[in-house]
């Protein structure tokens, strides 16, 4: 080494002492099987620092206010040299986080890295996971356009589902009766002030128990079934054959770097969606919310009226504990995903069910047309079936059947029915559902003219 | 030279001391700067009494038997903060000088629900929820009828007070923010 480097190590060796420290840290021994895979901690973490650098930039310019949020957001991204590019790395660096975040907690979970002695890091990394999904939450309020504001409205509700404590926690949440101004005071303060004091703070036990433990290796040989008293000989010996940290961290490097550059890419060239300034009066807005809450938003579909609560609050729960409480209820010892079948499948399952569920989010049908509202395929209609197609708008049939991949699918799809009904049966359909089928859940028109009646029925028919 | 640092350097007496001592003023601490800073948080958002009254309009403008979309402004006092400036409701004239307003949220989990005069049903865009015209649930997920405002007329001006929750025979069952 440079003598210069030399004399200025010693000279901070002596006021700082930490030298030791810094040693055993970067030339610690890493086991053998140490793949590209065990990059996802290190890269969640940079994410994590590249927001809170972007964070800290945005903080700036933006005002969080009803009156002003939306206006210096749009100040951010048309009149600020790099505002664009600064803000879209933040917006989509948010959702890649959440990937990198998950799939870190997928490589822990497949090589069993979250038995014993690594428990506890587990645990702290499952609540570090829930921290950056509350990230996800507040920071979707701050533009405070309509998006924002209503994913937030039933996002509070879905907390007001809560069994007791529910209505507190909705008031406490919003800061008051409704979303408004407190809301998003307190909002702006959870995301940029408390959230990030407990983030970091549960990141440096996070990584002190990794850098204290080791990290999982790849479960494969003698490291793929692992018992309580044969761990700290097969690991030590597994150490002795494997590389140092300070030779890991160029993959670590190379990750960072590229997600780096894919996030720039995405911030030069993808346009952040931003919608109308929010309108709390709007009554033609259809919320949706963001694509990593999907899952959820889904789920309410398979729990109607008083089972609501299952899907807000007794689902995420069990979800939540049943992550929390994987080391303690998982004790097999069996590290290799192929050694612990139940585990593996019930991951398997719930992860296919979230995946469906996303899916299911990502492609749902446009949102209901404004009753009334005539489109171009309907003008061309011959008279009769317009009359129907009108009808169709007028009685806001879209409110509940999809037709052309337009509407809300909580009836039948209604794209083809003239193929499996005929003009008369509809007609007794529309008319008195439940007579018609039992159960039908589709509520009665009885009281629609006839010549509407017979005009919707027609028109239905005919779709084929 | 010093000795090493270890838990036997202290008599068991004086730790016992220590322990008590910190306990004391740790808890000490914790309740003068934690009871206000909780309450500060949390109080504001459980005030009962904190809605005013919403000027709905002249109820002149509610034909009888009709179901219409009304602007009502908040009445506020000189204090923070204004939250939103119009609040959106639906005010049905029932006749007699009775009314219904109602509030605007899905009772399921929230999305604003649209009025349909011509179907003469308020439809929720999210899950299909179909509420009819006095709120009472038709079909899709919605737990409740549709939430209420109280309401009130002076000198021929509708005004909206305090949200509640009513049951299936659409008798009031709860305030909304108990
Ligand atoms: S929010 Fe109205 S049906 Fe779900």
């Known amino acids: 080494m440079a003598p210069r480097l030399t004399a200025v190590l010693g000279w901070l060796q002596e006021r700082l002492g930490t030298r030791e420290q810094l040693t055993r840290f970067l030339f610690r021994r890493l086991p053998v099987g140490t793949t590209w895979w065990h990059t996802l901690g290190s890269a969640a973490l940079f994410l994590i620092l590249l927001q809170t650098l972007t964070g800290f930039f945005l903080a700036f310019y933006y005002v969080p206010s009803p009156e002003h949020a939306w206006d210096s957001l749009t100040y951010i991204q048309q009149e600020i040299p790099f505002g664009r590019f600064v803000r879209g790395l933040h917006y989509w660096g948010a959702s890649l986080t959440i990937v990198v975040v998950f799939l870190h907690l997928l490589r822990v979970f497949v090589m069993g890295a979250y038995k014993y002695p690594r428990e506890l890091s587990w645990v702290v990394g499952v609540v570090l996971f829930l ?165 959820l938003f889904e789920l309410l579909w398979q729990f109607p009226g008083k089972w609501t609560v299952v899907a807000t609050f007794w689902i995420p729960l069990a979800g939540v504990l049943a992550l929390l409480l994987l080391p303690f209820y998982d004790r097999t010892s069996g590290r290799s995903p192929l050694t612990r079948p139940v585990a593996s499948a019930g991951a398997a399952l719930a992860l296919a069910a979230v995946g469906v569920l996303t899916y299911q989010g990502a492609t749902a049908p446009a949102p209901p047309r404004e009753g009334g509202a005539v489109t171009q395929e309907t003008k061309a209609l011959p008279p009769a079936l317009a009359k129907g197609a009108a009808v169709y708008e007028a009685q806001g049939c879209s409110a509940c059947h999809v037709l052309k991949g337009t509407g809300t699918a909580a009836g039948p799809d209604l794209t083809r029915v003239g193929a499996r009904r005929a003009d008369a049966w509809l007609r007794r359909f529309i008319k008195d559902p439940s007579a018609v089928q039992s159960g039908a859940s589709m509520p009665p028109y009885g009281e629609l003219p006839d010549e509407e009646l017979q005009a919707l029925a027609g028109y239905l028919a005919a779709l084929k | 030279m010093a000795p090493d640092p270890s838990v036997d350097t202290v008599p068991p007496g004086r730790r016992r001391f220590v322990a008590a001592a910190m306990t004391a003023i740790g808890a000490a601490i914790a309740a003068i700067v934690g009871v206000p800073l909780a309450g500060f948080f949390a109080l504001p958002a459980l005030r009962r009494s904190e809605r005013r009254w919403l000027e709905v309009g002249p109820v002149a403008d509610f034909a009888e038997g009709r179901i219409s979309k009304a602007l009502a402004k908040p009445l506020v006092g000189p204090v923070w903060p204004r939250e939103t400036g119009r609040v959106a409701l639906y005010v049905q ?86």
Request: aromatic share 14%; charged share 20%.
């Open chain 1, 131 to 295: 921290v950056v999904m509350l990230f996800g939450f507040t920071g979707y309020l701050l533009p405070w356009d309509q998006k924002a504001y209503w994913a937030t409205v039933v996002g509070t509700h879905i907390a007001g589902t809560a069994p007791f404590v529910g209505d507190y926690l909705w008031r406490i949440l919003q800061g008051g009766v409704e979303v408004g101004t407190r809301t998003l005071g307190r909002f702006y303060a959870a995301h940029v002030l408390i959230l990030p004091a407990v983030l970091y703070g549960l990141i440096l036990v996070h990584v002190s128990m990794v850098v204290y433990q080791g990290i999982g290796p790849t479960p494969r040989g003698p490291l793929a079934r692992l018992r309580r008293q044969d761990y700290a000989r097969l690991y030590e010996e597994s150490k002795g054959r494997g590389e140092t940290f300070l030779e890991h961290l160029v993959r670590d490097a190379v990750v960072a770097f590229v997600l780096l550059l894919a996030l720039a890419w995405m911030a030069a060239t993808w346009s952040i969606p931003m919608e109308e300034v929010a309108d709390p009066t709007d009554t033609q807005y259809v919320p949706r919310p963001e694509w990593y809450f999907y899952f």
């Open chain 2, 93 to 178: 004239n029932q006749g007699d000088g009775k009314f219904a307003l109602y509030h605007i949220h899905c009772t399921h989990v929230g999305c604003p629900v649209r009025w349909n005069a011509p179907a003469g049903r308020f439809f929720s865009p999210c899950h299909g929820g179909v509420f009819d015209k006095d709120g009472r649930v038709l079909a899709g997920p919605p737990p409740r009828p549709l939430d209420r405002y109280e309401y009130k007329v002076e000198k021929g001006v509708l005004y909206a007070g305090r949200i509640f929750k009513v049951n299936d025979r659409l008798e009031f069952a709860a305030w909304h923010h108990a």
